[in-house]
């Protein structure tokens, strides 16, 4: 009789050794399961596919790649037959043409008057005017080369505005709500002459007008515009376009009064 015990013992403990062998089996099947499924959620598998391979265990023959954003393809790599792994790099690229992030390449001189939340008005390369933005980033370096930094802007993509354009960018500096605002006055107004730099202004004379040259002492240029530090008050009207052709008459005029 206690051979028989003995007996029944040993096969006891077997078959329960076998037990949880299975239930272990069975636990690193789950986690191989769900490590799969997963895996086909990643890849954003339709959810109807994916319950017909978890109640039927069917596997379709082709598999949709889903984007998560809607977009334009604008680069593909992919080959037909090719072989390619999770480390193989982008094999689609996709764009959103609707919203367009626009670089413009900002002076170091100038760069620090450049902030989040600036206004910029975008032009195309014959002048046209694209639309608004306004500036969301700007790079904390410098590149060494060009010594200049980069502002970031968002735009509406349209018919006339597309990826890869170049584009001309005027940014106004934003203006704390406790500064001062600055005069400025449009690049080409501003000439030098017998080494000082001046706006031409008008003066009254009767029926006629003539026009005056004023000293002035600007600021750095921003956006084809330059602040006015000194010189000049706020509303005066100032020549822009026909300044060069002042500047060569007053220049004329001075050579023949030294005759």
Known sequence: ?????????????????????????????IAERDAALSTVRLLNQNPE???????????????????????????NRAVLGQQVSGDGGALLSLADPARLW?????????????????????????????????IAA???????????????????????????????????????????????VPEAALMQFEGRTVVFV?????EQTTFRAQTVVGGPALGGLVPILSGLEAGTAVVVQGAFLLKADLGKAGASHED
């Open 202 to 206: 008008a003066v009254p004379a009767g």
């Open 102 to 134: 626009v670089l413009a390449t900002i002076p170091e001189a100038v760069l620090a008057r450049v902030t989040p939340g600036s206004a910029a008005e975008v032009q195309a390369s014959d002048g046209r005017r694209l639309g608004a933005a306004t």
């Open 49 to 75: 596919e994916l319950q017909a391979l978890i109640d039927h265990s069917t596997i379709a023959t082709t598999l949709t790649l889903r984007a998560p954003v809607a977009g334009t393809v604008v680069e």
């Open 138 to 184: 700007v790079t904390p370096e410098i590149d060494p080369h060009t010594r200049s930094g980069q502002a970031r802007s968002a735009i509406t993509g349209t018919a006339t505005v597309r990826p890869g354009m170049f584009v001309q960018v005027r940014i106004t500096p934003r203006i704390a709500a406790d500064s001062t605002p600055v005069v400025t």
């Open 1 to 29: 009789q206690q051979s028989g015990d003995a007996i029944a013992g040993a096969e006891l403990s077997r078959r329960a050794a076998d037990v949880q062998q299975a239930e272990l089996a069975v636990t690193l099947a």
